[in-house]
């Protein structure tokens, strides 16, 4: 069975402080890997997708890697408004279109 | 362009009716799929229409039901509600093969009591 598991559940940063998410992946063939954000009691807001390892996207002070085991959300001199759940999930082969979600990492930015 | 809408945002429900929630896709896609989003956890997919016709679907029990509109609009039906069924129900549209990049509506947010 094709599973998705983020680390860590929750992270508290202070403003400037960089780090990274982990999006760790056990599935038969991946086809895609994407990054959402989600605010509380919003839906998910698509941010990247990647396909290959060695593959990187960058988005403001976002980067997002991939390798063929796990990918990584690096957040560069975060801002409070960076603050919001960031969710990984997969499209994987003989999947259709579904995407296998993991339960995400829950990121805080302090000023 | 119009990205994807739902409605309601909120719905309060007794445990034993039904419901029914819709979408509206963004502009361009015809597939439309479901997750249900319960408190602390990623979304679970629970099916995907193309063309008029479910396209897959989770692990969810034959009372989630839906239909896809010649328009693209969708809806998912829930009949004999459960306490477990209080989740965020959210939408998401795509244009099928590609980069399966799938595009999230707001949510409606179910409580069941």
């Known amino acids: 069975e094709d599973q998705v598991t983020q680390s860590p559940e929750a992270l508290r940063l202070q403003e400037g402080e960089s780090s990274s998410l982990n999006c760790s992946y056990t599935?038969?063939?991946?086809?895609?890997l994407f990054w959402y954000r989600q605010d509380p009691g919003k839906g998910p807001e698509f941010l990247f997708t990647l396909y290959s390892a060695g593959e990187e996207k960058e988005k403001e002070r976002l980067k997002a890697t991939l390798t063929k085991k796990e990918s990584f959300l690096h957040i560069t001199a975060p801002k409070p408004e960076d603050s919001a759940t960031y969710l990984c999930a997969v499209h994987v082969t003989g999947g259709g279109n579904k995407l296998t979600f993991g339960t995400g990492t829950q990121l805080k930015v302090e000023l | 362009e119009t990205g994807v809408t739902q409605s309601p945002t909120h719905l309060i429900k007794t445990r034993g009716q039904q419901v029914t929630l819709r979408c509206s896709s963004q502009s361009g896609h015809n597939t439309v799929s479901w997750y249900q989003q319960a408190l602390g956890q990623g979304p679970q997919f629970i099916f995907q229409y193309y063309r008029e016709e479910e396209n897959g679907r989770g692990n969810f029990p034959p009372r989630f039901s839906g239909l896809q509109f010649p328009n693209y609009s969708s809806e998912l039906n829930v009949n004999a509600l459960e306490l477990d069924d209080s989740a965020l129900y959210l939408c998401?549209?795509?244009?099928?093969?590609?980069?399966?990049?799938?595009?999230f509506g707001p949510g409606t947010r179910l409580t069941v009591t």
């Open positions: 998401a549209s795509s244009v099928p093969g590609g980069s399966y990049e799938q595009y």
């Open positions: 599935v038969s063939g991946l086809r895609g």
